[in-house]
């Protein structure tokens, strides 16, 4: 199967490789079949049944560290001085973040969405793969946005933003399940304002540990990047 990315799923979502086995921390690799269904899997279960390399596998959860699975390391403000190895897997981080994932998203009231990345983003999904000028370039635009336009822009930021809008689904959901209004009330207000700033203010985020408690023991430990 063609490993297609590793990004957030539900806690209740079961694993391919260990039927009856749920993916608690959030995070799965997507797995596409020869007839286009998806399947979910930790990363041995990536290696055992994926034909293509992990390196170069987008990996959009780099902002949520699950503690009890150990660190896990993340970029730093921007892609710069990045491994010739690893730069495959973080242009098409960029391009999933800005073109796909984050589309709700606004900064300075604009869309994240920029033709040149759209561009390739358009070209990625058709061909299934990108040229070594394009990942350059696509790291050079993500580099340029970060220091000239809004460091909002970075890779580091926009999956911090992708991790927290995952965690306050989440939070949601199980706030609706206990009927806690106050705190389905308040992750609303903080999705709102993550949404239209691409960031949480610091007493937001304090604020958001309230209800945090709430969400199964895995995600409820994991420890969230902070915004650029």
Known sequence: MKIIKKDFVSENTESFCAKGHKLSSGTAYYMQSKDGTIYFGGKQCAESHGTNNLKDVPDLTKSLVSLGKGSQTGGGGNSG??????KKSLAISYLLL?????NDFRLNDKTLSFKKLNE?????????DLNEKQINHILNLEIYFAKNVDVKYSIKNLSTCHAYKFILD?????LSKNEKEDGI????????YLLTHCTLKPKQVIGLHNWVQYLPKDLREAKLKSFD
Do not use: M, P, Q
């Open 98 to 102: 800005r073109e796909d994932l984050l």
């Open 81 to 86: 001085g990045v491994s010739d190895e690893r």
């Open 170 to 174: 989440r939070t949601e959901a199980h």
């Open 120 to 128: 390739y983003y358009n070209f990625y999904i058709e061909n299934d």
């Open 185 to 192: 009330k308040f992750v609303k207000s903080l999705r709102t």
